[in-house]
């Protein structure tokens, strides 16, 4: 009896949402820490999204990426 191989065809990639759920930074950070600290894989598959913050947050964080001592 000849086996034949079967080809996989992945399902083309679906459309995203819209986002349409608000949350609170302190929220969402101790929980992005904490997924980040203990290496939970499901966190890699936001890492690609986009988050929408205020212009007074990105202006800080300008900042503050600019500002901060390399480690050496």
Do not use: H
């Not at 079967?6 to 995203?16: D, Q, S, T, V």
Request: no cysteine; glycine share 2%; aromatic share 8%.
């Amino acid at each position: 009896m000849v086996t034949r191989l079967r080809l996989y065809k992945a399902p083309e990639e679906e459309a995203r949402p819209d986002p349409n759920v608000r949350v609170r930074l302190g929220d969402l950070l101790p929980v992005a820490a904490a997924a980040q600290r203990m290496n939970y894989l499901w966190l890699k598959d936001f890492l690609d999204d986009e988050v929408v913050v205020t212009d007074d947050l990105y202006e800080v964080m300008e900042a503050f990426r600019e500002t901060r001592p390399t480690s050496a």
